[in-house]
């Protein structure tokens, strides 16, 4: 029971922004005009993935303290739960860039960055299957983990920041501005946000589980 | 620090020994170089006679760190455990592959002067920028080749490790190189600069934390 909560609770916050975020009244700007709804649903995939890619790098580097291979297991469940993120954050950017840009894919500091990430976890995948033995595939993959994420994070936080994008809050910032969101999006985001982590954490636990059933 | 110096003059021994290496990598820098000339022509614009020296450096490093591990292999790997530990073989490997990669990098420079000209304006910065470059690239290299060598698997997952791996140290260092050669003063370039190096630092210091958990059976 105890356990449940932020299940029910994570489904709730999803539904009610995939619900309400068709329904609420959004601010009419020219160009983006009613695909500002995609926010809810585009941005919140982005915030999904670095919480799970997160906590992936924060079990791999509990793996090399503990040796634990349940560790390893909760790192490539977490990882293979944010790549699942990162592919659906890129398909609802792509229609919205095709509707706000004209071009389903253009040469923007974010877009590379997303390229990266995803290349970056792929060959993470194809390095843990070149190997069979659990505890040494579980140490070099945790290495491999541990310096994709902080290149990662360089590449997606730090670089955007010296270039000009397109996305909001270009050539500083690489986040939202305080005036960028208005109040009545930030009550369906933020809730968008949480509902998606959580709901990402569960399937993750799944799939960890039905990983330690396997072995 | 003395174990470090005896490791790298193994190192260069070894490399010295096996020449054919050398060589091989001085023609394919040669071979490509001239393959870009003949289809393109003597005159590149800027910034595409700095993007094509960086592609090239960039595929000859990743092929140079594919044989980067080539000597500790099967029984020296125990060797090398008995003479020295982990956290001297990834300084004094990472130390002898930025040494690599300098050279690497200033042949391609080199070259490319021959075939199209020098088009850089500012040379120490573009300098600069080569050799935090080549640093960058060899920390990552040593640490992605180490763990391709220790998965004791093929010679393309090092390069599939490497290159995403490789975007962030490149970006950086081609937009220095661009700025070098439109002239940009080396304290209006300090900001990329600071970045770079605290990148490589950062990298460095990583690598360095995380190699003795590969270096291990």
């Known amino acids: 029971m105890k356990g449940s909560i932020y299940k029910v609770l994570g489904l709730l916050l999803v539904a009610y922004s995939l619900t309400y975020g068709l329904l609420t009244k959004v601010p009419d700007l020219p160009i983006i005009e009613e695909s500002i709804r995609n926010l809810f649903y585009h941005v919140s995939m ?7 890619m997160a906590a992936s790098f ?3 580097i ?3 303290g503990t040796e634990d291979l349940a560790k390893d297991r909760r790192s490539i469940s977490l990882a293979e739960m944010g790549m699942f993120f990162s592919f659906m954050g890129l398909f609802t950017g792509m229609v919205w860039a095709k509707f706000t840009w004209g071009a389903w894919w253009t040469n923007d500091p974010k877009l590379n960055g997303t390229a990266i990430t995803i290349l970056i976890y792929l060959a993470y995948f194809v390095l843990r299957n070149s190997m069979d033995d659990a505890r040494k595939k579980a140490r070099i993959s945790a290495v491999y983990n541990i310096f994709a994420f902080v290149m990662m994070i360089v590449f997606i936080g730090i670089l ?7 996305h909001p809050g270009n050539g500083g ?21 949480i509902g998606w982590i959580l709901v990402g954490t569960w399937i993750a636990s799944l799939r960890y589980r039905l990983k330690a059933l396997q072995e | 620090m003395q174990k470090i110096v005896r490791l790298l003059v193994r190192f260069f021994r070894q490399e010295v020994r096996n020449s054919n290496v050398l060589f091989s990598l001085g023609l394919y820098l040669l071979g490509v170089s001239y393959l870009i000339y003949l289809l393109s022509g003597s005159t590149p614009s800027d910034s595409a006679w700095n993007t094509l020296l960086w592609v090239v450096v960039f595929f000859g490093s990743v092929q140079l760190s594919s044989r980067s591990f080539e000597f500790e292999s099967g029984s020296y790997f125990y060797y090398y455990q008995t003479i020295a530990n982990a956290k001297h073989t990834i300084i004094a490997k990472m130390l002898f592959n930025v040494a ?3 050279l690497l990098s200033l042949a391609t420079w080199a070259l490319f002067s021959v075939f199209f000209g020098n088009p850089v304006y500012n040379t120490a910065l573009f300098f600069i920028g080569l050799i935090l470059g080549a640093t960058g690239f060899s920390v990552v290299l040593t640490l992605t080749s180490g763990i391709a060598h220790r998965t004791k698997g093929n010679a393309t997952l090092g390069a599939i490790l490497a290159i995403p791996l490789l975007f962030p140290v490149l970006q950086l260092t081609s937009a220095i190189n661009l700025q070098a050669i439109v002239g940009v003063t080396l304290t209006d370039a300090a900001n990329l600069l600071g970045t770079l190096v605290a990148l490589d630092m950062g990298i ?14």
């Open chain 1, 160 to 166: 955007p920041r010296m270039t000009d994008s397109l």
């Open chain 1, 46 to 52: 982005w915030f999904a993935m670095v919480a799970m």
């Open chain 2, 100 to 102: 690599y990669m300098m």
């Open chain 2, 204 to 217: 460095g210091l990583l690598a360095y934390l995380l190699f003795p958990y590969l270096w291990q059976d």
């Open chain 1, 62 to 64: 509990r793996f090399l």
């Open chain 1, 58 to 60: 924060w079990n791999a």
């Open chain 1, 173 to 193: 910032n690489p986040g939202f501005n305080s005036y960028d969101l208005d109040n009545g999006l930030r009550m369906v985001f933020y809730p968008a946000v």
